[in-house]
């Protein structure tokens, strides 16, 4: 459903198990973009959900251990993980998926060492080939585009808001922004977006605004799926190398030009722990740090 606030069109919807909102400035053709954004969110979701029995992402899971041909969507999608994957080391990996196989946050259970020496060598992108669109996984693979999926989907969304004149308002898909341009002025100015992050231990509310003029703001927390015991926080970003959460930051919110680039940085960041400021300063991006005592660490381009 569609409602105007504050100068902008509100449409909402559900899709990758997250809510979604897009803010479009209301011109003639707004109502049928909304519908051409919404289209394409479930249309990445449809292909990439691991809950999908028929979705391309569980066809490359069953075929493990055999060559397939990729789609160039697919193919660009995979180069651009085992890019990540080797620029921060190997701890931005999309094989490490099969860790939930033994994590259990419902129920606030840590897996035994045995457990996660059974999972932990069926985990390593460099195991992958990927020639033209020949994709060769060893049998023992499961890949999980879920760190990826509502951050490229915010991009295509983008791209498609775009092609119908939108060149204003705001992408959110459950948390994972795009903006579009900044607001409009009436005397032709720019005047930048306030985006709040939102506080770690209190995640209704923000602990502090950016201003965005254009690009993507992702933030990735210990607070999205977690459990607390013996005084410890264990959440659901997991080391893929060893196997336990990491713990050093609350939340990183990084903004860059893309969403999925936004994406993939903060999830390094949490997950290189103490070695993620030195690491982030590298970037030269807008960068929000958040410890678990909620003392912010900000970062601007040189």
Known sequence: MSTATNALTCHRFTAMASPCTLHLPPLPQTA????????????????????????????LNASAGKACTVDDETAWLIRYAMVAYEQSDGLFDISSGVLRQVWNFREGVCPSEQQLGAVLPRIGLRRLRLDNHTLQMPADMELDLGGLGKEYAADCAAAVARRFGLNHGIIDLGGDLHVLGPQPQDNNGEKPWMLGVRNPREPASAIAQLPVYAG????????????????????????????????HWASATVLAPTTLLAGTLTTIAMLKQAAAADWLREQNLHCLLIRPDLTLMPFAPH
Not at 45 to 56: A, F, L, P, T
């Open 216 to 247: 993507g703001m992702a933030t990735s927390g210990d607070y999205e799926r977690y459990f607390e015991r013996d005084g410890q926080r264990y959440c659901h970003l997991l080391n893929p190398q060893t196997g336990w959460p990491v713990c």
């Open 32 to 59: 049928e973009a909304a519908q051409a954004i919404e289209a394409e969110v479930h249309r990445i979701e449809h292909k990439y959900s691991r809950y999908r029995d028929d979705s391309v992402l569980s066809t």
